[in-house]
């Protein structure tokens, strides 16, 4: 089980860190996805960590903004959110697999998903 926090609603510019903290499996030893789905839309890859801790981004749209890295000392995965635009608004999940390590931006190769934390992103 995964569990996102975080969310919210922030002007344009702004910035938000979303938390995903696993339930029963250790963070360093499993590759954390985010993906989120905008209002209309198909739900998209962000950004990955994997289990050697090297981060792998998949949206072009969020480089220099967005950053993934983990907490350790909380056991959390967690996304740092900067320059937000609002076409960054939806709703962000948070992606694993019991025994994976290897990152992916395919949804298939994740069997663990949160239930979603929502992201507004409006003046």
């Known amino acids: 089980q995964l569990v996102e926090s975080g969310g919210g609603l922030v002007q344009p510019g702004g910035s938000l860190t979303l938390s995903c903290t696993p339930s029963?499996?250790?963070?360093?030893?499993?590759?954390v996805a985010w993906f989120r789905q905008g209002p209309g839309k198909d739900r998209e890859a962000i950004v990955c960590?994997?289990?050697?801790?090297?981060?792998?981004r998949y949206l072009e749209s969020v480089t220099g903004r967005f950053s993934i890295f983990r907490d350790t000392a909380k056991n959390a995965v967690t996304l740092r959110m900067n320059g937000l635009k609002p076409e960054d608004t939806g709703i962000y999940y948070c992606a694993s697999a019991p025994g994976r390590g290897i990152c992916s931006d395919a949804q298939d190769a994740y069997s663990v998903w949160g239930q979603g934390t929502q992201v507004t992103v409006s003046s």
């Open positions: 960590i994997s289990r050697a801790a090297v981060p792998f």
């Open positions: 029963g499996i250790t963070v360093p030893y499993i590759a």
